[in-house]
């Protein structure tokens, strides 16, 4: 025992040696970590943060790193768009005076994508469109001259605003379409419940000059088309309830709809449905397109897909089927795809919530992340 | 043998003596219409309804009468839970999981004067029943029973059978809280 007793004051004098004889930390620097650079593999992921509305965000998340570089605040039923140059993000948004209830107030809050910073605030009418974030509910012309917000009161309309000026210019009712597809620099196109688009038309000051509604080219009353429409070269691609592929081209002087074509064989019509939030992207690159499937009827368009479907989109073949239990994922309810050689293939699921990174090209997990937010139903490309 | 056929003739030709056949059509159509009148009985379906439901509420089978529209899915009394037929295309918190019921908002909220439509069956008595989805608002998220159907749904541009956007829309104070459905009446075939 005694032995014992000398050999533990021994070591106890040892180590506390050792710590003296070391260096202490020197004082920590208190400040702010600088944004790095993006890359094509970063991606802004919209929580819209179901259980608690009124705290939406969006995170900004580097798919190489597993980093997750920063928050953007999105409030309550946000809409989110970029600047054409990218740097610049827009959230349409609604705050309450004394956090979850008081006066509203509707405003687009504008951040510096280099810093994370709000910089700038436009304030709107109280009209904007609450509603599940999709690629319309507020957007850029695309030479950024012109920003526009949906409104539904629900009354349709949508404002037209001055981001540079940091001002609303006006107002233009559009007549029960909804939501605002701006594409060149002076049209903005809505979608309507007569199966048709309604594009308007402005002037130099973002006033109306014309508009025109463009015929049928779907039916609401037996293959409603998702509003959720997929950015590609000439416009967007707009994915029906039954699984038609409708491609409008948005570069001319009216919008162009391609012949319409299905993403399901014979056998599987009927049992098989694209559904979700944001149930499609296209990889312009490599002209593929990717879906979010599921089996499912009358009523399941909003069941996040069990698989993703790859079509190669100038056979209209698909080329893969890759189910979702195989990545330890919750049926994906938001997908994106990367733009770049490299492409990385990011799927969302909110039960559990996670954002899976797949390679694009041939499905194979990267890496699950379960800290980009409770209900990510919209992820951007930067 | 003969006398066997002897007694049937004998009763034969008794009963027709003592009856008319518009007797006869009159008790057989008694006897159809209360058979079909059985299943309409309140207290009938209810004790099926219940058999059907299983413990605490939960989902259970569907009675026997209740199947067709919505044959194969689970079938519920329980208005706290999401497959009660009233929220057939509801989206939203449980208005009755929120210290409200099924067609009544919490206390200190307030309700939605807007609303989305849509169209229910029920299986307890085989109707279909329009009803509405009302918000209840100026709270924020309840967060209790999460519920998300949609049948008959439509997308935003048809924003009467829309439950993707907040129906608090119109509130003075537009936070969202929960959604209750409320019957309006039975839908016209």
């Known amino acids: 025992m005694r032995s014992f007793q000398a050999w533990a004051a021994l070591l106890a004098m040892m180590t506390s040696g050792w710590a003296a004889a070391s260096e202490p930390l020197p004082p920590d620097q208190f400040g702010m970590e600088p944004l790095p650079a993006r890359t094509p593999h970063w991606i802004y992921v919209v929580d819209s943060a179901f259980m608690n509305e009124t705290d939406s965000r969006v995170r900004v998340y580097d798919a190489d790193t597993h980093g997750h570089l920063g928050q953007i ?23 309450f005076a004394r956090g979850g209830h008081g006066e509203r107030t509707d405003v687009v809050e504008f951040t510096d994508m280099t810093t994370l910073a709000i910089d700038g605030e436009i304030v709107l009418p109280a009209k904007r469109a609450q509603a599940t974030p999709t690629y319309f509910n507020l957007g850029y012309s695309s030479d950024g001259r012109f920003l526009y917000a949906a409104y539904i009161t629900p009354a349709a309309s949508f404002g037209v605003l001055d981001p540079a000026a940091r001002k609303v210019l006006g107002e233009i009712d559009t007549a029960g379409c909804v939501l605002v597809i701006p594409w060149g620099p002076d049209h903005v196109s809505s979608i309507c419940d007569s199966g048709r688009l309604l594009t308007v038309t402005l002037d130099a000051h973002g006033n109306e000059a014309s508009r025109a509604l463009s015929d049928m080219f779907f039916d609401v009353e037996t293959d409603p088309l998702f509003v959720q429409g997929i950015p590609t070269d000439q416009g967007y691609t707009f994915l029906s309830f039954l699984g038609q592929v409708h491609e409008v081209a948005f570069s001319g002087t009216e919008p162009v709809f391609r012949p319409p074509w299905s993403l399901l064989s014979a056998a599987e019509a009927g049992h098989w449905r694209p559904g979700g939030q944001q149930l499609g992207a296209i990889q312009r690159r490599l002209g593929r397109l990717y879906v979010t499937m599921h089996r499912g009827g009358e009523g399941s368009h909003k069941k996040g897909g069990t698989e993703i479907w790859v079509f190669d989109l100038s056979t209209h073949r698909r080329i893969a089927r890759w189910p979702v239990a195989a990545l330890k994922l ?24 996670a954002v899976a990174t797949v390679d694009a090209l041939t499905g194979q997990l990267r890496h699950t992340d379960t800290n980009l937010g409770q209900t990510p139903w919209q992820i951007l490309n930067p | 043998m003969q006398r066997l056929d002897r007694i049937v003739e004998s009763s034969a030709r008794s009963l027709a003596q003592r009856t008319s056949r518009r007797s006869f059509i009159g008790v057989l159509g008694r006897i159809l219409t209360g058979s079909l009148l059985i299943p309409l009985l309140p207290i009938d379906r209810i004790q099926r309804a219940e058999a059907a439901t299983g413990p605490e509420g939960s989902p259970g089978k569907m009675p026997a009468a209740a199947k067709g529209k919505s044959a194969g899915k689970p079938y519920t009394e329980d208005q706290q839970n999401c497959e009660y037929w009233k929220y057939c295309a509801i989206d939203g918190f449980l208005c009755s999981c929120c210290g409200g019921t099924s067609s009544s908002c919490p206390p200190g909220t307030a309700t939605s004067p807007i609303t989305w439509i849509g169209t229910c069956h029920n299986p307890g008595d085989g109707r279909d029943y329009i009803v509405s989805y009302n918000d209840c608002c100026g709270k924020t998220s309840c967060g209790n029973c999460e519920c998300n159907r949609n049948e008959r749904e439509k997308p935003m541009y048809r924003p009467s059978r829309n439950n993707d956007l907040n129906w608090c829309m119109a509130n003075a104070d537009s936070n969202y809280h929960c959604s209750v459905s409320v019957i309006l009446g039975v839908a016209e075939k």
């Open chain 1, 330 to 353: 919750g049926p994906v309810s938001a997908l994106q795809v990367s733009q770049d050689e490299a492409p990385l293939l990011f799927l969302a699921s909110d039960n559990p919530a």
């Open chain 1, 73 to 95: 605040d999105a409030g309550f039923f946000p809409g989110v768009t970029l600047s054409p140059d990218r740097n610049t993000m827009a959230v349409g948004t609604t705050y």
